[in-house]
């Protein structure tokens, strides 16, 4: 997703890598700029998609670690994380995209892809910037 919200950033401040892969997000945020008829989803929906990256993984784009087959369509692109204090990493490597999911009133959980695998970690609501994908409700 690339919707310009208070809170969001370009990879390394550089709208090349918001054009690529998309804004990072901090998780208020990521709550609120899905489109109407569309939402954050929760980590058991995110949980259908299962743990094989390979299978999310878009089909090019990904650095030394590899690219996937893109089974379900999903098309994940490795575009790292961001923090609100301005710190930059993983592009290329790895993605983590937001769940709306709480872990407690100050983390909530979030997916990422790295390598071969797919799977969860909790990550500060407010100080961590990650990408977002939405589901039709």
Known sequence: MNYNASGSKCYDNSSSNCNK???LYNWTTAKTVCPSGWHLPTKEEWDVLGN????????????DNGNGTDYYGFSALPG???SSDGD????????????????????????????????????????????????KD
Do not use: H, Q
């Not at 094989?52 to 650095?63: E, F």
């Not at 709480?102 to 997916?111: G, I, L, Q």
């Open 52 to 63: 094989d990256a390979t299978k999310l993984k878009a089909k090019s784009g990904w650095n």
């Open 21 to 23: 892969y998309g804004r």
């Open 80 to 82: 790292g994380y961001g």
């Open 88 to 135: 930059f990493g993983g592009v290329g490597d790895f993605g983590d995209w937001w769940s709306a999911s709480e872990y407690n009133s100050s983390s909530a959980y979030y997916r990422y892809i790295e390598d071969e695998d797919a799977d969860w970690d909790d990550s500060s609501k407010s100080r961590f910037l990650f990408s977002v994908r939405c589901v």
